[in-house]
């Protein structure tokens, strides 16, 4: 069978929701901050280590740069935000599109 999916060109490739440069942002600002608190020595100040904090402010930069460049506006980002923090009840119900199932597909026959 010849594959008809139209390519649309303008459309970014994407990984969990993410683009490429962003999903790399993301786990290199993981891997970067976990490797700088395991690789530095205690950095003692006003009896705190401040590795833990450094190493937190550089592990946000990747999911920082994420969220600050999606090609939304405030209004999608206000959806997204409202979709986490508030709370959801599915109800159970008929399906809303009850065309979903192909019942007029014509289908092969085999002969045996």
Sequence with gaps: MED????NLEDH?????????????????LI????FY????????????LRF??????????PLYAFLTMNSSAANWETMINFYVTSQVYVPGP????RRFLVDEELPQFSE
């Excluded at 970067?32 to 490797?35: E, I, L, P």
């Excluded at 395991?38 to 280590?49: E, H, K, L, R, Y």
């Excluded at 399906?95 to 009850?98: G, K, L, R």
């Design 95 to 98: 399906d809303p599109n009850p």
């Design 32 to 35: 970067v901050s976990t490797q």
């Design 53 to 62: 904090d450094i190493a937190l402010i550089i592990g946000i930069l990747g």
């Design 4 to 7: 008809v999916t139209p390519l």
């Design 13 to 29: 490739p994407k990984l969990f929701g993410l683009r490429y440069d962003q999903l790399i942002g993301v786990l290199a600002s």
């Design 38 to 49: 395991s690789w530095c020595c205690p950095i003692n100040f006003a009896g705190q280590d």
